[in-house]
């Protein structure tokens, strides 16, 4: 079975020190990768996807075939970036069902 | 371009009671799903479906049905309503299954009692 693994629940981290959430994924051959954001009362949103290689609002993701991770990093947290993560790698073949699995998430608080 | 709309935004229901979850997108996306959100379980799969008439179970099906008579409208019921369906319900739309975006509408949270 497919699996995407998110090993935080919650993680609490000071406004500018660094923040990674993890993200483990079991699937055969390369999925596409997606980081979805959800802020607080709000709907979910992708805040980026791994083919782009962009930036977006200071964090990117690096795909580490070898450790079938695809953790979500920024260097310097701010207040903003408190919401939860959710992180959706999608495999390119087979679909169905497996193709719309998302992580369990990972809430993010940044404190001041 | 409205995106992906669901009505209503919050609903309260007694145990036993009967609804429908409304759902629409405007992007001419073939495929639509439906999650539920709770606390410490992230996004669950209820259903989904690749296509006009074409509807499939997803991780928890059980209490729930579907039909897609229309590409724009996947519409949700509760065929009777229990308090483990307490729950915020999510639908999205994308142009395909692996490797698109998933566009998601704003959420209805339900709760029966």
């Known amino acids: 079975a497919q699996r995407v693994t998110q090993p935080e629940k919650l993680l609490s981290v000071f406004k500018g020190a660094p923040v990674e959430l993890k993200c483990n994924y079991s699937y055969s051959g390369s999925p596409e990768l997606f980081w979805y954001v959800q802020y607080s009362r709000q709907r979910l949103q992708l805040l980026l996807r791994?083919?782009s290689r962009e930036s977006i609002k200071g964090f990117t993701a690096d795909l580490n075939k070898g450790e079938t991770s695809f953790h979500l990093k920024k260097p310097f947290a701010q207040e903003e970036d408190s919401a939860m993560y959710y992180c959706?790698?999608?495999?390119?073949?087979?679909?169905?069902?497996?193709?719309?699995?998302f992580g369990k998430g990972t809430h993010l608080i940044i404190q001041p | 371009n409205a995106g992906v709309t669901q009505t209503p935004k919050f609903q309260v229901l007694k145990t036993g009671q009967s609804m429908t979850l409304q759902c629409a997108q405007d992007?001419?996306?073939?495929?639509m799903s439906w999650y539920r959100q709770d606390p410490g379980m992230g996004l669950r799969l209820i259903h989904y479906?690749?296509?006009?008439?074409?509807?499939d179970q997803g991780e928890v099906p059980n209490g729930y049905n579907v039909s897609r008579s229309t590409t724009e409208d996947f519409p949700l019921r509760l065929l009777s309503a229990a308090p483990s369906q307490t729950s915020v319900y999510f639908c999205?739309?994308?142009?395909?299954?692996?490797?698109?975006?998933?566009?998601f509408g704003p959420g209805t949270r339900l709760t029966v009692t």
């Open positions: 999205a739309s994308s142009r395909g299954v692996a490797g698109y975006e998933q566009y």
């Open positions: 959706a790698p999608l495999p390119y073949s087979g679909g169905g069902a497996d193709g719309l699995t």
């Open positions: 992007m001419n996306h073939e495929y």
């Open positions: 791994h083919i």
């Open positions: 479906s690749v296509g006009a008439g074409i509807t």
